[in-house]
């Protein structure tokens, strides 16, 4: 019954996708995008995995199209201009090779079921089986980001920091072109 | 960045406060439930967002302007690398050691539990919150003005100087 539901959802991603690259009204775009994220949501919540579920709404459907809406000029309704054919082609071409790749790299696991009981001896068990007496923390994913991978996630905060610190930079108040000329960048 | 109508501005100043709050529940409950630092950061941030979109980016801007947001989000940084180092000192002598103490002695489900977990969640909901809010200011209110010419905004029309 999840794989019937899972693949309904496949369906209406797939025509949100199509739909979003294929049409030439910009708000119409954006709207698709936003709900091939809904239904990637919805697919994380049915494989048991709310920590993302709750990101991924979050971050793609709310923030994103919000901000991509906020940002690009609102007298720009319509997308101008035609596609590529080498850049479709190789794109096309890429993309067969992954999913007959993945697809012979993945044959043996079984759809559903987690990855480790094929896997053998691999830290996960124990994270599985130790996780709430070492760490006292009930939700794992918490407890294995911040206790037992806190490294990894010092990396992301680090990376978080620093795009934030270059749009702060790029976007100041008084920026210098070179020659001369001086381009003034006003905050509203 | 002008604000919309007076039933959408009496509306999501109603919603703002109540968004605000599930933001910080997701954050702080993050070692129990679903969630963690970086959801709720997100949805600390969309709380503004909303009041921005619906009230104007003056209207937030005097509630949380962007020196005091790139402030608080330097501080949750450095909270978090705090609470690394703190390890070093402490028991264990590791760098990130989780050295509080993990687990009450009434249960294992409680919020005073899991060390410096959910401490580090709050460094990282204080620091994604400010980092995005300060990012969507940014760039949905940058105008381009060129000397001498009209100047033209992302988000807006153009106009004469």
Redesign the interface.
């Known amino acids: 019954m999840i794989e019937g539901l899972l693949g309904l959802l496949l369906m209406f991603m797939l025509v949100g996708a199509i739909v979003a690259v294929e049409t030439r009204d910009l708000l119409s775009s954006v709207i698709c995008v936003g709900a091939v994220g809904v239904g990637s949501s919805i697919a994380f919540l049915l494989l048991q995995a709310p920590d993302i579920a709750i990101t991924q709404i979050v971050v793609e459907v709310l923030f994103l199209i919000i901000l991509i809406r906020a940002t690009i000029r609102r007298d720009l309704t319509a997308i101008t201009g035609d596609r590529e054919f080498f850049g479709m082609v190789t794109s096309i071409a890429l993309l067969a090779a992954f999913v007959i790749f993945g697809i012979r790299a993945l044959h043996f696991l079984e759809f559903g079921k987690p990855a480790h009981a094929a896997l053998g001896p691999v830290p996960f068990n124990h994270y599985l089986k130790e996780g709430l007496r070492e760490t006292g923390a009930a939700n794992i994913v918490a407890a294995v980001i911040l206790d037992y991978r806190g490294y990894d996630t010092l990396g992301e905060a680090t990376v978080l920091f620093t795009s934030v610190i270059g749009a702060l930079a790029i976007l100041r108040r008084r920026a210098r072109k070179p020659r001369g000329e001086v381009l003034a960048r006003k905050q509203s | 960045?002008t604000g919309m109508t007076i039933i959408v501005k009496t509306v999501s100043r109603w919603v703002g406060g109540m968004i605000l709050l599930f933001g910080i529940y997701?954050v702080s409950f993050?070692?129990?439930?679903?969630?963690?630092g970086?959801?709720g950061g997100?949805?600390i941030?969309?709380g503004y967002?909303l009041l921005t979109?619906s009230h104007g980016?003056k209207f937030s801007l005097g509630r949380l302007n962007?020196s005091v947001a790139?402030e608080m989000?330097?501080t949750g940084?450095l909270l978090?690398?705090l609470l690394?180092v703190l390890g070093i000192v402490t028991r264990g002598h590791i760098?990130?050691s989780?050295f509080l103490q993990?687990?009450?002695p009434q249960g294992?489900?409680r919020l005073i539990?899991?060390?410096?977990?959910p401490l580090?969640?709050v460094a990282?909901g204080l620091?994604?919150g400010a980092?995005?809010f300060?990012?969507?200011i940014?760039?949905?209110?940058?105008?381009?003005?060129?000397?001498g010419e009209h100047t033209?905004?992302?988000?807006?029309?153009s106009q004469e100087p």
């Open positions: 960045m997701i993050g070692h129990l439930t679903p969630g963690g970086f959801a997100v949805i941030a969309c967002i979109l980016s962007k790139a989000d330097s940084a978090f690398l690394a760098f990130f989780n993990k687990a009450h294992p489900f539990s899991a060390g410096i977990i580090c969640n990282i620091k994604v980092g995005l300060v990012v969507f940014i760039l949905a209110t940058m105008k381009f003005v060129v000397k033209e905004t992302a988000a807006g029309g």
